[in-house]
């Protein structure tokens, strides 16, 4: 139970996709604007990578290993259509207002990743185990960008149910006259990524430099 | 129905044809590959990629 | 002059890097030496202008005569990472000297998220075979552009000042913004 979880911790900490790997930086950059988006977009990048790790894990001795990349990306666009379908059919706002990126999960790296270096490779619940952990760093990752730029470039938090757009659960509005609505434009997502990552890597580096004072001593 | 189904088929079929024909196919001589262009890529699905840098 | 218009528009004032976030994982990761970048964005002009074609017209006269439109996704996809191992098997034959410069990059291009977007787009448009083919040449010229500056920006990065926290993907990001800001000031041209 113990490995389990730690696979899971693995994909929202030690190998979290966006800030960590780098991977799926397409998607997560366009719909970071509100929060309700990237809850979205973190649900069905979750329910695609659970259903493409353990359809993979679960045939993983039939594919022959000279065709497996091809065979992967036909599972998994099947698997991202049915999400499309999904989306459409149980959140239509959602659905129009994430409009493309639907379908670009399919090109997500993240997803084809996982599948070759994972999935591939273990059992039907680890896999399962790997897929969870990764989307919720996944969405996670997502949350907090959407965050920063939603709180600093419109002054305020919102949150609508994705399954009833007419449902606000929270609409906290803080300041208005001193909003930053850069944040909001492409360039605004570039800037706040890169000052996340910054800050990620100024506290590994002080980490590393904590450790070689320690083996000195 | 039988269309979606039948076109299925054919476009995978096709797929992965031209796949293991490219797969099977050595590259010309003098092309090998250099990897220092790529070792930032995390890109998985690159063909490219060496199997002992996962 | 309408297709004039439509090709400034795709190329730099909604440049499809800049604004829809298209390509950006090769623009990490490959854009580190000009001449890389060059032959990168030559690969995906070819690449692109025949998918738009191919999907276009797989599209308009095989998908909806025989009503199946919901393969769309499944059909460009395989379409497309077809097209790439062909082209790369056609380069691998024919010449080696191309192959050397460019073909190298071909098969990152199966997940580039640049071509598969502009078969979406082009269907979602509604545009005719010659808006197609426009479009999907001035995306991926839009992309040799960002892709090229990008390229010689990250080159003199590397022996500017940076703080050590910001080096590597934090200052290339933050270029990227500054980069997308620029381009903002175009958005009144069309």
Known sequence: ?217 | MIYAVIWFVLICAIYFTLYILNHRTPAPEGCEFESPACAGCHNIACTHRKDDES | ?190
């Open chain 3, 1 to 190: 002059m309408k297709l004039f218009e439509l090709f400034i528009s795709l190329a730099f004032v909604n440049n499809v890097v800049l604004s829809k976030f298209y390509a950006i994982c090769p623009l990490m990761g490959v854009s580190k030496k000009p001449k890389n970048a060059l032959n990168m964005g030559l690969a995906v002009i070819f690449v692109i202008v025949i998918a738009s074609i191919v999907t276009w017209l797989l599209y308009y006269y095989v998908l909806v005569p025989l009503d199946i439109i919901y393969m769309d996704l499944i059909t460009f996809i395989l379409v497309i990472a077809s097209l790439v191992q062909f082209l790369e098997m056609l380069l691998k034959k024919t010449s080696p000297e191309v192959y050397k410069a460019m073909g190298v990059y071909l098969p990152l291009i199966t997940t580039n998220c640049a071509v598969l977007g502009v078969a979406l787009d082009n269907i979602t448009a509604g545009y005719n075979l010659i808006e197609a083919i426009v479009a999907g040449f001035a995306v991926s010229f839009g992309f040799l552009a960002v892709i090229y500056i990008f390229a010689l920006i990250r080159e003199r990065l590397d022996y500017s000042d940076v703080p050590e926290a910001f080096r590597g993907a934090p200052i290339a990001l933050i270029s990227a913004g500054i980069m997308a800001c620029a381009i903002c000031g175009l958005a009144g041209l069309i």
């Open chain 1, 1 to 217: 139970m113990k490995d389990k979880l730690n696979i899971i911790k693995n994909g929202i900490i030690k190998e979290n996709p966006i800030f960590i790997m780098l991977l799926g930086l397409c998607s997560a950059l366009a719909i970071s604007t509100s929060l309700t988006n990237a809850v979205g977009m973190g649900m069905a990048v979750t329910f695609v990578l659970i259903m493409s790790n353990v359809i993979i894990s679960t045939i993983r001795h039939l594919i022959p290993d000279e065709i497996r990349i091809p065979v992967f990306i036909v599972i998994i666009a099947t698997a991202v259509k049915c999400v499309q379908f999904l989306m459409n059919a149980y959140t239509p706002a959602l659905y129009t207002s994430l409009g493309v990126f639907i379908p670009l999960i399919v090109v997500n790296c993240i997803i084809l990743g996982r599948a070759e270096s994972f999935a591939s490779k273990n059992s039907v619940i680890d896999s399962l185990c790997d897929a969870i952990g990764m989307g919720l760093g996944y969405t996670l990752a997502l949350l907090i960008i959407s965050a920063i730029r939603e709180l600093i470039g419109t002054g305020g938090l919102s949150f609508v149910n994705p399954f009833n757009a007419t449902q606000t659960i929270f609409r906290f509005s803080f300041f208005k006259s001193c909003a930053i609505s850069l944040l909001t434009q492409p360039s605004g997502a570039f800037i706040t990524l890169g000052c996340i990552l910054a800050y990620l890597q100024h506290r590994r580096l002080k980490k590393v430099i904590e450790i070689q004072k320690g083996e000195r001593k």
